[in-house]
């Protein structure tokens, strides 16, 4: 229940419940790194985030998912709060198949084209590639592109 008494009904909505009780309470904390955001944090971050898909032509309420290529972790659920908030799926694409790096494309470029996401969300490592390294990572990209959290984030709200 959030504070006013009525049911949580989205992930975001949980969020932004814990923001407003317990605003400096770890919500993520990464294994490798010890990087963390409270609840305050989170929910902050991700009201940017959902404001920035929105501003680089994200659809709310679309079947069409958001994809990331993400390391699960701070920037991750960043996204994935902020995909809540707009009503609108998100796809994670295969980080984490080290030990055959052509199984995790195959199955990545699979699911570019099986979900035709509006636009992918890289993390720094996957964003780093070299030109024309996307396209044989991820097939088609979508209509919107690519980018990472932090170009979101940069749009602000005005």
Not at 7 to 16: E, K, M, Q, R, S
Not at 66 to 81: K, Q
Request: net charge negative; hydrophobic share 40%; charged share 25%.
């Amino acid at each position: 229940m959030a504070a006013s008494g009525q049911p949580i009904a989205t992930f975001c909505g949980a969020v932004d419940a814990a923001a407003a009780v317990v605003p400096d309470l770890p919500a993520v904390v990464e294994d490798r790194s010890g990087a963390s955001l409270s609840y305050g944090q989170l929910s902050d971050l991700s009201k940017r985030a959902a404001h920035g898909l929105l501003r680089a032509g994200v659809v709310s309420r679309c079947r069409r998912p958001v994809a990331t290529c993400m390391r699960r972790g701070c920037d991750w659920y960043v996204v994935y709060v902020a995909s809540s908030r707009l009503g609108t799926p998100l796809a994670g694409l295969s980080t984490d198949l080290r030990t055959d790096p052509s199984a995790a494309a195959r199955r990545n470029r699979q699911l570019m084209e099986e979900l035709e996401p509006q636009l992918l969300v890289l993390d720094v490592d996957a964003a780093d590639n070299a030109p024309g390294e996307e396209e044989e990572a991820f097939g088609k990209l979508p209509p919107l592109g690519s980018c990472r959290l932090q170009d979101l984030l940069q749009v602000g709200i005005e």
